[in-house]
């Protein structure tokens, strides 16, 4: 993972370097690759081309179309789990053989971010996670991809590609994710960031980073799913009030801190508050999906989104309690948006 | 300060202990007293009767009627400021002579919160709040207030006072505050408490509670103010991204630090959590306040309390960027609505 700086002329930025394939499966007419590329790239806040490693999945139909699928920063190139026994993507509801993202049509291609350290950077910039895609899709063979659908920072990515790399996707799915993100916002991910900077210099890391996640649990939950599920007396427990939504997000913490490392927390969620992709950059035609109860991504900033995308964009608005997750729990209501958006 | 139990018959748990005014000043017809009173009362979450000294606030025409005012969990009985060359008070703009709570037609009485540790008990209740001014009417000689405006937490004691001394109040105001928290708030201050107490066991105190403040805030303020203020790009400094937003943090996290303690900050926080009055209970009439950009206190929190409040009671709406800070920054708004109030 040892970022190198590569000798190549400014054009070849997206050159392949190597290719190394660590799985590669075949289930009833679908083709399934899990593997890592080498790709060069020049990242925003570098001093020059670095070659990165990029983890990827690319699953479906043989030699159909490709979609590129990005979620979250917690969420990981493993949108869909093809394997029996093995734990669910992140997606899975959406994606597979006849489902809305529909593995016997299409392919699906997704990477695990990049960290600044990949990079030999200080910074990510969702342009970097874009060139990573565009060279990526290069190295495939694919050249150009049918639908970038990206989800919260997922979208974010998938701004930048469109506005750096048109002549690679035809159409963008966005759900809760904008151009920029909100002040609002990104003030609650500065206190989560320093909750965790807090904890590494004294010796907290863990306690930290599940604190850090709790917050952000409250920022992605809507208000009437907590209303109705943690609407309870609280109960006096060692010594001291425990109230029913502790609970749930203690365990979210503990979750989180088992599966995700403090250095590459800190890198997406700024890389998060450091987008800004002018809209007008944007030829590309989009279907933009929002919640009214995501008090993350403010319809009202879909909504200046659409209005100032140089392409045809459509806002399509998805009633939920779920506020910024509800791109992870309205599977049912998006899976309809999902179909109309790639047909 | 040391709680004192006191062998009182319960019918006795409001009697006057002793008297200790520490200042009394009287301006241009008005008289003022800042002092401080130990009354007798049953802490919900104690064995039994407890002393404790209320310091508090009465300021306004001799003989008139008194207006008890209570804000946030911040705010101290300094209401007003009377004196020349002090630091105004919480609410200054709408208090005072010819102002909307008119210290020529009345007299203001406010009181600090009483902390777990004046009472002897590990947990304070909005209810004990209520039991201590209830006491401190009848130590001062008022009998009955005509009114208590309350503020946020404020708010809150007003009702849990309403709902058990109706004979001492005339009308209640009530801004920003409802029966029950909500649940997000409950989750939102739950992460402050917790990032206070891992400040606690890490020896970071002042450096948690800074930040606790700084996540209250972003929980405090309008979404809307957030956009406006604080849309820029981020600055390059010491090495790291600094966001605008995190310089208004920084400040009111560090300004809070100063003036307010650790152990106090956990206690009044999780009053706020374990406040829960039955809306049926009070049959005072009221005025409820609220501001549909307060998303600590969701407008339809008050929409319900409205509906299930005994006395007659009215809902006014205050648009506002402020969100729950709006009882603080909307003062030429609330001030029409204190006087129909207080008429």
Known sequence: MTPQPLPLPATASATVVSLRSRAFGRRGGMAMQRGSRRVALRPRYGTGPVVAEVGYLWCGAPDAPTVIVQGGISACRDVVSLEEGEPAGWWQELVGAGRAIDLECCRVLSIDWLAPESLGVGAVSSEDQADALAALLEELGIGRAHAFIGSSYGAMVALAFAAR???????????????????????????????????????????????????????????????????????????????????????????????????????????????????????????????????????????????????????????????????????????????????
């Open 165 to 343: 790399h048109p002549q690679a996707v035809d159409r963008l799915v966005l759900l809760a994710g904008a151009h920029r993100p909100h002040p609002l916002a990104t003030a609650q991910r500065s206190v989560q960031r320093s909750i965790v900077r807090l904890g590494q210099q004294s010796g907290n890391v863990d306690e930290a980073l599940a604190l850090a996640r709790q917050l952000a649990m409250t920022t992605y939950r809507g208000s009437e799913e907590f209303a109705r599920r943690f609407e309870h007396a609280p109960e006096l427990r060692d010594g001291r009030f425990r109230f029913p939504v502790e609970d749930y997000l203690d365990h979210a913490g503990k979750r989180f801190v088992e599966r995700f490392d403090a250095e590459r927390f800190l890198a997406l969620s700024e890389s998060i508050d450091l987008h800004d992709v002018a809209p007008e950059q944007v030829a590309v035609p989009a279907t933009l999906i929002g919640f009214p109860s995501d008090r993350l991504v403010p319809l009202a900033d879909l909504c200046e989104l659409q209005r100032r995308l140089r392409g045809v964009a459509t806002l399509e608005v998805v009633d939920s309690p779920y506020g910024h997750d509800a791109f992870l729990k309205e599977t049912r209501k998006l899976a309809p948006l999902l179909r109309a958006a790639l047909a």
